[in-house]
């Protein structure tokens, strides 16, 4: 099995994490990604809705290997009485899984202030106890306070932000004893990889025995992100976590071959190339079946009506949509299936 190169990655992971881009507000991070890609020598176009797509070269047969860095997060509904903001949800975002999270708020005219996502009311010592039991919704019982001394809603507006306005949640990363806990995990860890194999094939000078094409998409989490795919496309092979608990064989520590999601199964005779090349390569991994909420991009191709076929592999990783958790040796699997698998040599 090939040898991840764990600063590179985790050096790109937090440089991903560091620019904000919640489902929508992709201009940052494609910009970033676009330079990182020269940087690294490969010719790099980006489609008109933000996609970036990496030519690593090859011939033939095309792969699109897939991993999303689109965020979910909140937008601003509408400012309340007192200042605060009322907010709704950019994918698939729970309000237990947000409050007293640290955001900043994008305006339209690129302003960014900071707040904190709160209970209304917000202090436990003066809540009647009927309030303090429940959990409320982002209609009713959440609110975004923000770090300025305003307590009207025209005051809010006076600094500029308004209905529509984008909100990113603090990613809050941190490692300790190879666990990796962090928001978004899901799935820029997936995109730090791909940028690691990409400089892996630049320094050794690997040949690809087919075309290969990496596509960092940026609509995943609300369903379309890889809706169009570059002409060619036989194949596409998603990167994305691999949700952990109750009956799922998938683990922290290692890389998991998808079977099916909640949408489909996955591609027979592809899924079996991934074994075989997880076996070839000596990775730890498990095969898993995610039901009933996930889908991947590689789904979202299969549903826009593209004559392909679909696979997904990803790390095992715990508490998705919240403040996520995997581990470095799931990265380190992840990375050997791919390379292996993209290779088949290794």
Not at 138 to 162: H, M, Y
Request: charged share 25%.
């Amino acid at each position: 099995m090939l040898a991840l190169n764990e600063q590179y990655c985790m050096e790109q992971f937090q440089k991903l994490l560091d620019i904000d881009s919640t489902t929508g507000m992709f201009r940052a991070i494609q910009e970033y990604l676009s330079e990182e890609i020269g940087r690294l020598g490969f010719p790099v176009t980006v489609s008109h809705k933000g996609g970036v797509i990496a030519d690593l070269g090859g011939e033939g047969n095309t792969l699109a290997v897939t991993a999303h860095v689109d965020d979910i997060g909140l937008m601003v509904r509408y400012i309340n009485d007192d200042g605060t903001l009322n907010v709704c949800t950019v994918g698939g975002l729970y309000p237990v899984y947000t409050v007293t999270e640290n955001v900043r708020i994008h305006t339209r005219d690129g302003k960014v202030f900071t707040g904190t996502v709160c209970r209304t009311p917000n202090s436990v010592h003066v809540t009647e106890d009927e309030l303090r039991r429940e959990l409320g919704d982002f209609d009713t019982n959440v609110c975004v306070v923000l770090d300025e001394p305003v307590s009207t809603a025209a005051q809010t507006r006076a600094l500029g932000i308004e209905t529509g306005d984008m909100i990113a949640l603090d990613p809050r990363f941190t490692v300790s004893n190879g666990y990796i806990k962090s928001r978004f995990i899901d799935d820029k860890a997936c995109a730090a990889v791909l940028l690691a194999a990409m400089k892996e094939i630049r320094d050794k000078q690997y040949t690809l025995p087919r075309r290969v094409l990496f596509y960092f998409s940026v609509y995943e989490e609300i369903g379309h992100g890889t809706s169009w795919l570059p002409e060619g496309v036989q194949d596409i092979l998603a990167i994305d976590i691999a949700p952990t608990g109750d009956r799922q064989t998938s683990d922290e520590r290692k890389v998991s071959v998808f079977c099916k999601d909640s949408r489909y199964p996955y591609h027979w005779e592809m899924t079996n190339e991934l074994r075989a090349a997880a076996i070839r390569a000596g990775v730890d991994y498990v095969m898993d079946v995610f039901t009933p909420h996930y889908g991947s991009d590689g789904d979202t191709s299969i549903a826009a009506g593209w004559d392909v076929r679909h696979a997904a592999i990803g790390p095992g990783t715990s508490n998705s949509h919240g403040y996520e958790r995997t581990h470095m040796d799931a990265l380190k699997n992840t990375y050997g299936l791919l390379m292996s698998y993209l290779l088949g040599e290794v």
